[in-house]
């Protein structure tokens, strides 16, 4: 199993992105996938889920309204649309997967496959 986040980069406060998360090697509509974020020198923290079959979907309370996930299965891809974007949301991020829902939705030790990080940079 493979994930490839994408879609980061430089943004002004206020703009919006659509990052990615292509997945190999999987059915991905039988994985939970959830977005995580690291700020410099902060701890790795949720943002986003969606839950396999049921499709539920999850965000960081301080999150809803502004960053929205989705899923195609067709194109094994999970996305995240962020809006209204602050200096804040400035972090790496993740994408994992989970092989069945997660009983807890941010925590880690729940997630098998990783990938590597995409860099959001909110400029004020």
């Known amino acids: 199993v493979q994930l490839q986040a994408s879609g980061g980069g430089l943004v002004q406060a206020g703009g919006s992105l659509r990052l990615s998360c292509a997945a190999s090697g999987v059915t991905l509509d039988r994985y939970a996938i959830t977005w995580f974020r690291q700020a410099p020198g902060k701890e790795r923290e949720g943002v986003s889920s969606i839950y396999a079959s049921n499709g539920n979907t999850y965000y960081a309370d301080a999150l809803k309204g502004r960053f929205t996930i989705s899923r195609d299965n067709l194109k094994k891809t999970v996305y995240l649309i962020m809006t209204a974007l602050e200096s804040q949301d400035t972090a790496v991020y993740y994408c994992?997967?989970?092989?069945?829902?997660?009983?807890?939705?941010?925590?880690?030790?729940?997630?098998?496959?990783w990938g590597r990080g995409t860099q959001v940079t909110v400029s004020s």
């Open positions: 994992a997967a989970a092989r069945r829902n997660p009983r807890l939705v941010w925590n880690e030790y729940e997630y098998h496959y």
